[in-house]
């Protein structure tokens, strides 16, 4: 039986940027820290959330290291190292090794796409050449390219993969990978809006938006379900469903960085193509943030309501 690289919640952070686009490290810091005291179970740094696809090398390992640094061990750090291209993963998941990182989290390839076939080799031959365990990513709305249950059951031989980030949003499949695979392929939930039913039907957490935000809430959420109390944790994901549904209202990270902004934090812009979110969505998110109790900050000389 192979080791879970968390149980519970772990943020798909943002990636904090001064106003000219440049990364915002400080305030990077204060995020991982704040985390962490919040009770978040582990942290993804440079994933989708993260801007990974308009960051530069040089700027991913810096963020990694970053992260790696502020959080000191006390929780896992896993870095996105997956790109459509294998030899450039191979490098970039061998430097965030060197730096630190704990664990890596690899999505299929994008564009050029590949086979089933492609993608074993892929995700091998990546984990082989870094040494860490890996999580790997399935988001078809983004990619292009479905893991299949076959795939997953071949993934799940290998020592080194030890997750699948399941963002398909299909519960059926989800429960499929349980059964087949069992604890050599841990299951996390990649939506939020689902990450009760999937702790209901065995997986072992989220790789969440909303914690960006909520870690807190998320975490207890993640913790109710491991422990059998699906009660409270539906409960809860009932209660975040709203301000849920607003963070993907528009491309994600584009309403929570604004909603990060609203509740205070430093973020900065999205980096183009992705532009501000419409007035109707701050609209949004300024109501649901209001309803669970986050304070909402001065922007432009007025109270946010």
Known sequence: MKQAVFFGAATALITPMHPDGTLHLREMRKLVEWQIRQGIHALVVCGT?????ALSREEHLRAIACVVEQAAGRVPVIAGSGSNDTAFSVVTSKEAASIGADALMSVTPYYNKTTQEGLIRHFFTIAEAAGLPMIVYNVPS????????????????????????????????????????????????????????????????????????????????????????????????????????????????????????????????????????????????????????????????????
Not at 49 to 53: I, S
Request: aromatic share 2%; net charge negative.
């Open 49 to 53: 959330t993260g801007e990974c696809a």
């Open 142 to 305: 983004r990619t292009g390219m479905d893991i299949s249950l076959e795939t997953c059951q071949r993934l799940a031989e290998h020592p080194l993969i030890t997750g699948i980030k399941e963002a398909s949003g299909d519960m059926a499949k989800a429960l499929r990978i349980i059964d087949r695979c069992g604890e050599n392929l841990p299951v996390y939930s990649g939506n939020d809006e689902i990450a009760a039913p999937i702790l209901s039907i065995g997986g072992k957490g989220v790789v969440s938006v909303v914690s960006n935000l909520l870690p807190g809430p998320m975490s207890d959420l993640c913790r109710s379900g491991l422990e059998g109390d699906m009660e409270s944790c539906r409960k809860m994901q009932l209660h975040l469903l709203r301000l849920i549904d607003g963070l993907f209202a528009q491309v994600n990270p584009i309403p929570v960085k604004k909603a990060m902004e609203l509740a205070g934090w430093q973020t900065g812009p999205c980096r183009m193509p992705l532009t501000e979110p419409s007035q109707e969505v701050q609209r949004l998110l300024e109501r649901e943030m209001e309803r669970l109790g986050i304070p909402l900050k001065k922007v432009g000389g007025r109270e946010n309501a």
